[in-house]
């Protein structure tokens, strides 16, 4: 069962990689970088072919990422002995090198990568709300179960859902995800009700149940059923600014959760279980796209804002780390030392090979292995 999901995953991430990776590699033929290498993928190549200025573009045999490789250079980091680059290569040769470009130059390179990932994602929602359309269908409560949370914090049936957690609720789609989002304690919930509105805390319980894809996922339930208002569907065809202004609105939204999640895995109150490396991606990928194409593109629109807001973490090895890096640079008028740039990226791949061992035992765990 698990082939039927490889197709998905390995397009998935054929398209997100390569928009992260073209990210870099214009910027750099912008300020006149060689690039000698486009990959998608890692390990042997599989195929590829020369462009006109000598750029080797390949897909690889380990579709996991993909790298730009510049000339001259093995990584995108600021190199400390620029006097031995100097001697080793032509006048004409240094203009292509990306460690002698301007600071500003080289921060935007590395920082394109990221941003190309979160305008895919404002792209393909973009194009959803203006094509297809978006939910406006007001979130109704049909039902409060008996001794749940909700029924002890007070909501009632027939109360309009404004808000959770501050987040105006425009669709009974948005319902389950602001409250699966939510880090705190108490969920916020702002209801209307005989035309007032009154703010109403909820505790959650954390429920070991499956998802709407049969995945066993630990979830948070507040034991409510809703439904659409008036029993009105309302689903509408967007104008360009709405479309954008939603579009951007969401990749906020996901990424700010996110941050916030991962700031409750390092105060320890995270569920760690929800962690999940390749395997499970390409599981959720291959369950989603059964569904259809626009399931499959959303997916691909938080994958790929996953993708942006990881590498832009401040850690060696990482676009984000080679920020970092330019930040001391910056504050100090000149690149870290090589010895101290070599330590942190021991103390990157350190973290890297952690995330990667932890994911992948998650991984296997959800498949049953342990």
């Known amino acids: 069962m698990m082939f039927d999901y490889i197709l998905p995953f390995i397009i998935l991430i054929l398209v997100v990689v390569f928009i992260h ?12 970088v060689g690039v000698t290498d486009f ?82 994602a404002i792209f393909i929602f973009f194009s959803i709300y203006t094509f297809v359309g978006k939910d406006f269908t007001p979130a109704v409560i049909n039902e409060v179960q008996k001794e749940s949370p909700a029924m002890t914090a007070g909501l009632k049936k027939n109360d309009i859902i404004v808000s959770i957690d501050g987040n105006d609720v425009k669709s009974i789609m948005e319902v389950s995800k602001f409250i699966t989002m939510s880090t705190n304690e108490y969920i916020d919930f702002v209801v209307s009700r005989s035309n007032q509105e009154l703010l109403i805390k909820v505790k959650p319980n954390m429920v070991f149940t ?15 059923q809703l439904g659409a208002y008036n029993d009105q569907i309302n689903h509408v065809k967007l104008g360009p600014a709405k479309s954008f202004y939603y579009a951007v609105n969401e990749v906020y939204f996901v990424s700010v959760s996110s941050l916030k999640y991962i700031g409750t895995l390092i105060k320890g109150k995270g569920d760690t279980s929800q962690l999940g490396g390749p395997i499970r991606i390409a599981k959720i990928t291959g369950q989603v796209a059964e569904f259809g194409i626009l399931p499959f593109l959303s997916i691909m629109a938080y994958i790929s804002v996953s993708l942006g807001l990881i590498n832009l973490f401040p850690i060696p090895l990482l676009d984000g780390g080679h920020l970092m890096f330019y930040g001391f640079e910056k504050i100090l008028g000149r690149p870290l030392s090589q010895k101290t740039q070599e330590g942190f990226f021991r103390i990157g791949m350190f973290l890297l090979l952690s995330l990667m061992f932890f994911t992948t035992f998650n991984d296997l765990k959800d498949l049953g292995l342990f």
């Open 39 to 120: 990959s998608i993928g890692f390990g042997k190549e599989i195929f590829g072919w020369n462009d006109k200025s000598g750029t080797r573009w390949k897909i690889c045999w380990i579709p996991l990422g993909g790298y730009v490789k510049f000339f001259g250079d093995r990584n995108v980091f600021s190199q400390a002995d620029q006097e031995k680059i100097l001697k080793k290569y032509s006048a004409e040769d240094q203009k292509k090198l990306f460690v002698l470009k301007p600071l500003y130059q080289r921060a935007l390179i590395v920082a394109a990568g990221p941003i190309a990932n979160f305008l895919l």
């Open 210 to 224: 499956e998802d709407n894809l049969g995945n066993k996922v630990n979830k948070r339930m507040v034991g409510i």
């Open 21 to 32: 990776e073209y990210g870099h590699y214009y910027f750099a033929k912008k300020y006149g």
